[in-house]
C-alpha cells in the first residue's frame, strides 16, 4: 500500500486552471482519469488525511504511485479529453458502462449503389443510416417485413445480389413483391434510392404525408374503378398503421429526445436510456456498473452522456436530453453535446406533464434491471469467490490468486509450433490481454522446451518493464537480473513486431503487469520447466502450476505427487476453464498460421514478382497446374511479364515439387488445379469406393 505523501505535488506545483490528471500505479498503468475546473483545488482533496477520504477513494490513492495532469483551456476541452482518456488507458478506478450485450439496430446502407435494409450490430459504419437500437433482432424484421410490402427495398446480401444479377433471375422476395429486384432491372439506381429514402422517412418518423398521399392514391383509383389497384394500396395503408402500432405515441408534437435514467445503491448502478423520435420510443438500451469510485447521481448521468454520445455526431445527438440529475457543471457537458450535434441541445430534468411520465417509466426500468443483475450476480460473484479462495487454499497461496495467467502449446505433428497465454482476472476472462507466441528458439516437437521458451519470454518483458520503472536496484554480478539489465534488448519477438516492450503511456496491454499464479496445461515436467525459466529470471514472487488433461490433477514444483481436488470443486472448475481457453485460443492461432502456409504458392518465392503480376500469371493460364507446363515464351505473352522474369518463374515451378492431389472426401474423387475430376480415373475411383 503506497502512502499518498510520498507523490504529493509540491506546493504551488499544480495549476489553477481547468484540466485532466491521471493517477498511475507501480506499474505505471493509468488507474484513474478525472477532469476538473480547478486541478489545484481538486487534486488537493485527494492528499488530505485518509480518514476523511471515501473508501473507494482511499484505495485509489493508496493504489496509485504517481499523478500527472495536463492544462486545457475550457471544461469543455477538459471534457472531450476526460473520455478520450478513459476510452484509451482503461482505468480500473473509473466508471465504465458496458452493455450486457450488442444491441441491434436497423441499418440502411445509403453508401451503396443499390441500398440495402438490414439488421446490424456492432460499431457504426460510414453511409450506413442507423435506426435503434431495439431490444430483439425480432423486433426489427417484424417491421421491415410489415414495410417491405409498401418500400420493396433490397435486403439480400452482397453474393444473392450478385447471383441473381448473373443468371437474370430474382429471388423468392422478388416474385412475391417484396423486393423491387434491382439486380434483374426492374427498377433503375435512382428509383431504387428514392424508395430507400422514402424507408429512412417513415422509420424516422415522418409518417403523416405518407399515409396521406397512399390514400389519395386510393380514392383516385376507386373513383377510376381501379379496385384491384385500390384493394392493395388499401392492404399497404393497413401494413403501414400496423408497423406504427409496434411503436406508440408517448411525446407529442413530434418529439425528438432521449431519456435517461439511474439506479443506484451504494455497490453498482445501472442505467437505462429510451430513445424517442418523433414522439415515439424508437429503442431502448440500458448498462450496468460497479461504483468502483465515489460518485453521485450527477457524477453517474456524466459518464452516461459521455458514454451515448462519445462516438457520435449529428442528428445521432437529439435535440433534448432530459436526466433525473444535472451534472456539476452543466453548462460544458450541454455545450460538448452542442458542439456533436452542430446545433443546440437541451439538457434538463423534466418537470411535469408527460415527460415526467416518461421519465417515471425509464426509472422503473432501470430499478428492475438492477434488481434483475443483482440477483444474477449473486450466485456468481460468491462463486468466484470460493473457487479462488479453493485455489489459494489448495496451493497453499499467500493470497487469492486475482490474475490468473495460462500458458499452452500448440502444434500438428511438430510444424507450426506456437503457444499462447490467457489471463483471468476476479476469475473472469480479460480477453484484451490474451497474447500469442511462435516458438523459434528450436525446430521441432518439444512442449517442454517450448514452454520454458515462452514462460521465460513472458517474464524477460516483466523484468524489463521493472528495470525501466526503476523498480530494482544493482544485481550482483553474473546474477539473471544483472544479465537483464545489461542486455534489455531481447530477440524481436512476433507478438510484438514493433519492439514495443514497455507501454509508457499506461495502456493496460502487453507484459507489464504480474500475475498471482501462473497456470500451465500439462504435468510435472511442464511445471518444472515454467518453475525453471522464472528461477533463471529471480522470479520467485509468483506461483506455478499445471493441470494435466488426462485425470485432471493439479501438478506442483518439485512435488512427487499431484494435488487432487474434488471433483465438484468450484476452485478445480475455474482452473479447467482458464486451461480449455488457452488450448481454445492455442488451437485458433495454430490453425491460422497452417491454413496460411498451405495456401502458400511457390510463385510467392520469386523474386520480384508481386501480387499483380502473380494474379495475372493464373488469370492467363487459368491454374498453376498449366503455368508449370508452359514454356518461356508463352509465360512472356502475360502482360506486363518480361522474358527474365518469365525464366526466373520458370525456374521456380520447375524447382518446387508439384503438391499432392486433392482428394474429395465426400466422393473420393481426385480434384485436379482447375477443379475438375479427371475423366479417366472415374471408373477406378468407383471400384475403390
Known sequence: MADPSSYRPKPGQIPD?????????????????????????????????????????????????????????????????????????????????????????????????????????????????????????????????LLLRVFPVRTCSAGVFKRSAQIGRPCLLGYIGKCSAPCVGRISPEEHRELAEEFCDFMAGRTGAHLRRLERRMQEAAEEMEYERAARLRDDIGALKRAMEKNAVVLADATDADLIAVAE?????????????????????????????????????????????????????????????????????????????????????????????????????????????????????????????????????????????????????????????????????????????????????????????????????????????????????????????ADPAPTADPTDPAGHLTDEDGRPKRFAYPPQLVVVDGGAPQVAAARRAMDELGIDDVAVCGLAKRLEEVWLPGEDDPVVLPRSSEGLYLLQRVRDEAHRFAIAYQRNKRGKRLKASPLDAVPGLGETRRQALLTHFGSLKKLRAATVDEICQVPGVGRKTAETVAAALSAAAPPAPAVNTATGEIIEDDGAPPAALSAERGQER
Open 17 to 145: 486552471s481547468p484540466g485532466v490528471y491521471k493517477f498511475r500505479d507501480e506499474h505505471g498503468r493509468v488507474i484513474y482519469v478525472g477532469k476538473a475546473k480547478s486541478l489545484r483545488q481538486r487534486l488537493a482533496n485527494y492528499f488530505q488525511d485518509l480518514a476523511g477520504l471515501h473508501p473507494r477513494t482511499r484505495t485509489m490513492v493508496t493504489t496509485a504511485a504517481s499523478v500527472e495532469w495536463t492544462v486545457v483551456s475550457t471544461e469543455v476541452e477538459a471534457l472531450q479529453l476526460e473520455y478520450s482518456w478513459i476510452k484509451e488507458f482503461d482505468p480500473r478506478f473509473n466508471v465504465k458502462y458496458r452493455d450486457d450485450k450488442s444491441y441491434p439496430y436497423l441499418a440502411v446502407t445509403l453508401g451503396e449503389e443499390f441500398p440495402r435494409v438490414q439488421v446490424m450490430r456492432g460499431a457504426k459504419k460510414k453511409g450506413v443510416r442507423y435506426f435503434g437500437p431495439y431490444a430483439h433482432a425480432w423486433a426489427i424484421r417484424e417491421t421491415v417485413d
Open 265 to 485: 445503491d451504494e455497490l453498482e448502478a445501472a442505467v437505462q436510456i429510451f430513445h424517442v423520435r418523433g414522439g415515439r420510443v424508437r429503442g431502448q438500451r440500458g448498462w450496468v456498473t460497479d461504483k468502483v469510485e465515489a460518485v453521485t447521481t450527477s457524477g453517474l448521468v456524466e459518464h452516461a452522456l459521455q458514454q451515448l454520445y462519445g462516438e457520435e455526431r449529428g442528428d445521432a445527438v437529439p435535440k433534448e436530453v432530459l436526466v433525473p440529475a444535472l451534472p456539476e457543471p452543466a453548462e460544458p457537458v450541454a455545450q460538448w453535446l452542442t458542439d456533436r450535434r452542430g446545433s443546440q441541445v437541451s439538457l434538463r430534468i423534466p418537470q411535469r406533464g408527460d415527460k415526467k411520465d416518461l421519465m417515471a417509466t425509464v426509472a422503473r426500468n432501470a430499478q428492475q434491471a438492477l434488481a434483475l443483475h443483482k440477483t444474477k450476480r449473486a450466485s456468481d460473484l460468491t462463486t468466484r469467490s470460493r473457487a479462488l479462495e479453493e485455489i489459494a487454499q489448495a496451493l497453499d497461496l499467500d493470497a487469492v490468486p486475482l490474475r490468473i495467467e495460462c500458458f499452452d502449446i500448440s502444434h500438428l505433428q511438430g510444424e507450426d509450433v506456437v503457444a499462447s497465454m490467457v489471463v483471468f482476472e476476479d476469475g473472469l476472462a480479460r480477453k484484451s490481454e490474451y497474447r500469442r507466441f511462435q516458438i523459434k528458439g528450436f525446430a521441432g516437437q518439444d512442449d517442454v522446451r517450448s514452454m520454458h521458451e515462452v514462460i521465460g519470454r513472458r517474464f524477460r518483458r516483466y523484468l524489463q518493464e521493472k528495470q525501466k520503472s526503476g523498480e530494482w536496484g544493482e544485481e550482483p554480478a553474473g546474477s539473471a537480473l544483472a544479465e537483464q539489465a
